[in-house]
């Protein structure tokens, strides 16, 4: 052990767990159960005195996201998730399908990930990943020096880099 205290984290949650503020948080969760099969968490669902969702949870897989809506007066606050999917090409679909509008299409990078990217209607940002092989570290650089992997992370570097420089993009 490095001598740090222990840190406690209660079933169900992991060391960190993402807040996502929308303008809309039940849309945000039909959208997150059409598009990953989310379910939201029984009894979690608490309503600020103004009817707004002041805290709801929805678990997609392993994972637990917790939501809340924005207050009016609020600027956009998108959120940026990754989430690993059994098909990126199903999963970036669905996405689509929900509402979603496509930033990066499915795309195989030489660390051994097909990734996607969609803006979703509330406006965040979802990375889908695909694990499709390990790579063994010793063979990275290799892969990274081929032509085709370059123009592969070339492709999706800057379709986010275009997507994050679109000022349309930060809003819902």
């Known amino acids: 052990m490095d001598g740090s205290p222990e840190v406690r984290v209660p079933a169900r949650y992991s060391r960190v767990d993402p ?13 997150l159960g059409a598009a990953f099969g989310a379910v939201e968490t029984p009894g979690s669902r608490m309503l600020d005195p103004q009817g707004r969702v002041g805290h709801v949870e929805v678990e997609v897989g392993d994972a637990v996201l917790m939501l809340f809506d924005a207050h009016p007066e609020w600027p956009p606050l998108p959120s940026h998730l990754r989430v690993y999917v059994a098909d990126a090409q199903q999963a970036f679909d669905r996405a689509l399908g929900a509402g979603a509008r496509p930033v990066t299409v499915p795309t195989e990078l030489a660390f051994g990930e097909r990734v996607a990217r969609a803006r979703d209607p509330q406006g965040h940002l979802w990375w889908m990943h695909e694990r499709v092989e390990d790579v063994d570290a010793a063979d990275l650089a290799a892969r990274f020096a081929d032509p085709a992997a370059q123009a592969a992370m070339t492709y999706v570097q800057h379709s986010v880099a275009a997507e994050l420089a679109t000022p349309t993009s930060r809003t819902p």
Do not use: K, L, R
Not at 19 to 31: G, H, L, N, P, R
């Open 19 to 31: 807040w996502v503020i929308s303008q809309d948080t039940d849309a945000e969760i039909a959208f």
